[in-house]
């Protein structure tokens, strides 16, 4: 059990449309990042929020955004869906400072 | 930039043998951290271990290990004694130290036989 709950855990939604998916942090975890993991692949890094602010984004499209909340949550937004978002997507949260980072069970998206 | 490189795509392993996962890493970064993330068919990233590359002493947690040789930029898990509940996924990662990403390999599918 990583303290790290991510919702929901399984999504279907049609190309072009808008999905929000949502990751609730350990408390006192500052840092959230963001990973898309595609079928028989290893995690990609999307972005990471620290402190509230975007510090960090991988090779992803602006229709990938996100927030972080005060209360340890966060958000990862995709407009535009296209079939290849289809994936898994990770939530990892830690103290900055800390070495590991708790991973959330993810949310697989499935994009038809 | 940064690589992270797992060579094994899938290994069998007899119950209550060990096994080790090969990892190598390319990057010119001297401080860095390097991490095993267990990933079961469930689909969330367990740590198992970290090695920081400052550390003199190879990492051990209970029947994980980490075999840092930094020199070949290799940082092999060892599993002691494998159960059948280590069956699953396994993902060498790296994250330096000014930086805010994990890099990860792409994994090594662990099948423990009975």
């Known amino acids: 059990e990583t303290g790290v709950t991510q919702s929901p855990t399984h999504l279907i939604k049609t190309r072009g449309q808008q999905v929000t998916l949502r990751c609730s942090s350990q408390s006192g975890h500052n840092t959230v990042s963001w990973y898309q993991q595609a079928l028989g692949q290893g995690p990609q890094f999307i972005f990471q929020y620290y402190r509230e602010e975007e510090n960090g984004r991988g090779n992803f499209p602006p229709r990938f955004s996100g927030l972080q909340f005060p209360n340890y949550s966060s958000e990862l937004n995709v407009n535009a869906l296209e079939l290849d978002d289809s994936a898994l997507y990770l939530c990892a949260s830690r103290w900055t400072g800390n070495t590991e980072a708790f991973f959330g069970q993810g949310t697989r998206l499935t994009v038809v | 930039a940064q690589k992270i490189t797992q060579t094994q795509p899938g290994m069998f392993v007899q119950e209550k043998e060990a096994v080790t996962l090969d990892c190598t890493y390319d990057?010119?970064?001297?401080?860095?951290?390097l991490f095993w993330y267990k990933q079961p068919s469930s689909g969330e990233m367990i740590f198992l271990i970290y090695?920081?590359?400052?550390?003199?002493q190879n990492a051990t947690e209970g029947r994980y290990s980490l075999n840092f040789q930094k020199a070949r930029k290799s940082a092999n898990l060892v599993i002691s004694a494998s159960q059948l509940g280590d069956s699953a996924m396994y993902f060498c990662?790296?994250?330096?130290?000014?930086?805010?990403?994990?890099?990860f390999g792409g994994g090594t599918r662990v099948l423990v036989k009975p």
């Open positions: 090695q920081g590359s400052y550390d003199q």
């Open positions: 990057t010119s970064d001297p401080s860095y951290g």
């Open positions: 990662a790296m994250r330096w130290a000014a930086g805010n990403k994990l890099t």
